[in-house]
């Protein structure tokens, strides 16, 4: 029998070395806490993860008095009208489709561009298993299905950062996941000319909306996708429970 509050996340437990789960329910309360504990005991859950929206101040309370760890703000944009001009050039940058050859260059920029995501927020979990997880999402997307494409600037012949694009075909929406530049090449507009490319594709691919999940304190993430036509649909808060007895 599936378990109705709790979903037992085998990738996770494997990569942190942890028995880790995630929540199903949204809002908490004194009895739904007692109920959630007792399924985390049935699974031995080690960790939990609880995505509270961000308006539901009783459950925010009831998280808190629990001992649930606040990690992240989750803010979601998106935006419908893909019907914009194609993106302009943008100094010596090239930005292409991805290759078998950007795969050291791309993973060695994902090791240290994520530090602000709710896996670093947490301190019981191992920094540097964190910055492997992204690694290993990036090298996925470049060399399996993982990611229906990636797109790559490269400067000087030179890969310096990516945007991975995903396809949902059911819903008509295309789903922007990981986004990374290397430090040597901010401030030049790079990771905004990346992502209306990253939008001209999903336009040609027939998707009517394009979404992507950001921190809500990465203000100059947020500023590109702004940039880029998104605009806020939702915003949620993660909270992290470990469990010691």
Request: charged share 25%.
């Amino acid at each position: 029998m599936k378990n109705q509050l709790v979903r037992f996340l085998p990738w996770d437990t494997n990569h942190f070395g942890h028995r880790i789960g995630q929540a199903k329910i949204r809002r908490l309360d004194e009895e739904s806490h007692q109920l959630l504990r007792d399924s985390c005991k049935k699974l031995e859950i080690e960790c939990l993860y609880f995505l509270a929206d961000a308006g539901d101040q009783a459950s925010i309370l009831e998280l808190q008095r629990q001992g649930f760890i606040f990690v992240d703000i989750r803010s979601s944009l998106e935006r419908k009208d893909l019907d914009s001009p194609a993106p302009q050039s943008n100094g010596d940058a090239i930005v292409r489709s991805s290759s078998a050859d950007d795969l050291e260059t791309l993973t060695a920029i994902a090791r240290d561009s994520f530090r602000l995501t709710r896996f670093y927020a947490d301190p019981f979990l191992n920094n540097e298993k964190v910055s492997a997880m992204y690694q290993i999402w990036l090298s996925k997307s470049l060399t399996t299905d993982y990611a229906d494409w990636v797109v790559v600037a490269e400067v000087n012949q030179k890969s310096v950062g990516f945007v991975t694009c995903h396809l949902d075909r059911v819903s008509n929406e295309g789903k922007i996941g990981l986004v990374a530049l290397a430090a040597s090449a901010q401030g030049k507009g790079l990771s905004q000319t990346m992502v209306l490319h990253a939008l001209e594709w999903f336009r040609a691919q027939g998707m009517k909306r394009v979404s992507v999940v950001t921190q809500g304190h990465n203000i100059a993430a947020q500023r590109v996708y702004q940039r880029c036509g998104f605009v806020t649909r939702s915003t949620e808060l993660w909270f992290h429970k470990w469990f010691q007895d």
